[in-house]
């Protein structure tokens, strides 16, 4: 029988069953190691198969299509935006500035009078100087568009002319403006005042003087 010093000597010599328990785990961890091994393997593979190349590129071709619509969409509600702002901006200015065109007509209005008004008498350098005022006054107002309403000798128009007085005219078959008392004018050809004016009309009896030697 060997001592316990040969034992030691010689070393632990594992027996049969612990081999078998120790393979037992062996196999079982090298089994789950190849199991998971093949089951990422089997995922990679089906990603790889999930990815369809034409898919993908309709899908962002629709994606790019969309953003430029929506892109196109908000450049013409600015243009649209800048466009309704810049035309209110215009008929605003246009309204303010069309009351104090109404005040300057006024003037205008004085200079005419003061022309009509001269007689041989008055200094003629004072009438030449008034009809200059005039002239320069006339070119200011076309500037700004207004433009003054021919009124005199055309058949009238009630939307620029307005009537103060009638008379019957024979030879007529309109009426027509015969006198103006105060010139009418437009602005951005529309009306801003209009022409104060007589007018003749065709005579109206001769219809009715028929009926009554009938």
Not at 30 to 41: C, L, P, R
Not at 94 to 99: P, T, V
Not at 146 to 163: K, R
Request: charged content about 35%; cysteine-free; overall charge negative.
């Amino acid at each position: 029988m060997a001592s316990d010093e040969d034992n030691e000597g010689i070393g632990y010599v594992p027996d049969e069953d612990d081999l078998d328990a120790e393979e037992a785990k062996a196999s079982a961890r090298n089994a789950q190691e190849e199991t998971g091994h093949k089951k990422k393997s089997s995922s990679k593979r089906g990603a790889h198969r999930a990815i369809d190349p034409d898919a993908l590129l309709r899908s962002t071709a629709a994606e790019r299509d969309e953003f430029k619509d929506k892109y196109l969409r908000g450049l013409a509600e600015m243009d649209n935006f800048r466009k309704r702002m810049k035309k209110e901006r215009d008929e605003f200015q246009k309204y303010i500035l069309s009351e104090i065109l109404l005040d300057l007509l006024q003037i205008y209005d004085n200079l005419e009078r003061a022309l009509k008004a001269k007689t041989a008498e008055q200094d003629k350098g004072i009438v030449s100087g008034v009809e200059m005022i005039r002239r320069q006054f006339l070119e200011l107002l076309k500037k700004y568009q207004v433009l003054e309403i021919e009124a005199l000798g055309q058949h009238f128009d009630p939307a620029f002319h307005e009537a103060l007085s009638k008379e019957e005219r024979e030879g007529i078959s309109r009426a027509v403006v015969v006198e103006v008392y105060q010139k009418g004018f437009t602005y951005h050809d529309k009306l801003l005042r209009p022409a104060l004016t007589k007018v003749a009309i065709p005579v109206a009896v001769q219809a009715a003087e028929g009926e009554t030697e009938t």
